[in-house]
């Protein structure tokens, strides 16, 4: 077990140093200046330019660019925004708290949902709640993300008046981006619960715990729902990485404090260090959450730890 968690963490590690050159690349391929985004070409004298890109260290050649880079962030250093100049780590910091906020709320709301819904329409196969839950779940992996959360801005706090549409203090302004998020995820993991549990129900050893007498709640909870989780876990590891990139919608949709908000901002302005450390703390949080997936495994089906 520990070699294999071993094995994965050094596995991660060349994923994100590849997440690391592939953003430096392409952030610094695009076409147009960089530079301007700071100044004014029209107002700045290219002697000025030239001395800002020297002392911002643009003037250097790209592969010099990233081996600093790459040293300073081993160092806890991932540069200075060059819109305001605030420490680019401070900033993720500051920010990040309010996106694992919304996305541990968001999975809570999916999981639950998800798993809810989806024992319940196979336990009622081809009946009247298995129907409904199924054309709930296609409506709401067909919904985008936006504009499930601009209808719900014009519900619940245009309409009705109930909740505050935007802001990140207090728990009331959490509740529409993370049903939001919550509701539009939760389609994908009905459907893999439904599935998954319509296969374990007609097992052989699910027929003979039946036939031995055992309550069917004991029944569903403690075999057919624990088998069950095995390939969802995957579903909603992928969920929570949809979720985080879901982020960058929702935070600017309901105009919430987060770095789904300061990414978006940052790629518009062309801020390179901002970005480059959000997609770098961004990998390290879905790395972690595929670890985190991979160890569940070897918790929940001794098969897998005695491999």
């Not at 660019?65 to 991932?78: A, M, S």
Request: proline share 5%.
């Amino acid at each position: 077990m520990a070699g294999v968690v071993i094995k994965k963490i050094l596995t991660s590690l060349v994923v994100l140093f590849g997440a690391l050159v592939l953003v430096f690349l392409i952030m610094n391929v695009l076409p147009g200046d960089p530079i301007f985004s700071i100044v004014d070409p029209t107002t700045t004298s290219p002697e000025e330019i030239a001395a800002l890109k020297h002392e911002l260290g643009m003037d250097k050649p790209l592969g010099q660019q990233f081996v600093e880079y790459v040293i300073d962030i081993l160092h806890g250093d991932f540069g200075k925004s060059r819109a305001s100049s605030e420490p680019v780590l401070a900033l993720i910091l500051k920010n990040l708290p309010k996106t694992i906020e919304l996305t541990v709320v968001s999975v809570v709301i999916s999981v639950t949902l998800g798993i809810l819904l989806g024992i319940l329409s196979a336990v009622f196969r081809n009946r009247v709640l298995d129907t409904v839950v199924r054309v709930l779940s296609l409506i709401t992996i067909s919904m985008p993300t936006f504009w499930t959360g601009v209808l719900f801005i014009l519900l619940f706090s245009v309409k009705l008046r109930w909740l505050p549409s935007m802001g990140s203090e207090g728990f009331r302004t959490l509740i529409l981006p993370s049903v939001t998020l919550g509701i539009v995820s939760s389609g994908v993991i009905v459907r893999m619960v439904r599935n998954s549990a319509l296969e374990i129900i007609n097992e052989p050893f699910i027929v003979t715990l039946r036939a031995k007498g055992l309550a069917e709640r004991t029944v569903m909870l403690r075999h057919v729902l624990r088998n069950v989780m095995i390939p969802t876990i995957t579903v909603i590891g992928l969920q929570v990485t949809n979720m985080l990139a879901g982020s960058v919608i929702i935070e600017t949709v309901f105009s919430r404090q987060g770095i789904g908000r300061i990414i978006s901002t940052a790629i518009m302005a062309r801020d390179i260090p901002i970005v480059q450390g959000v997609v770098f703390f961004s990998a390290i949080i879905c790395v972690v959450v595929n670890l985190v997936v991979d160890v569940s495994y070897a918790i929940i089906d001794p098969r897998v730890r005695r491999a």
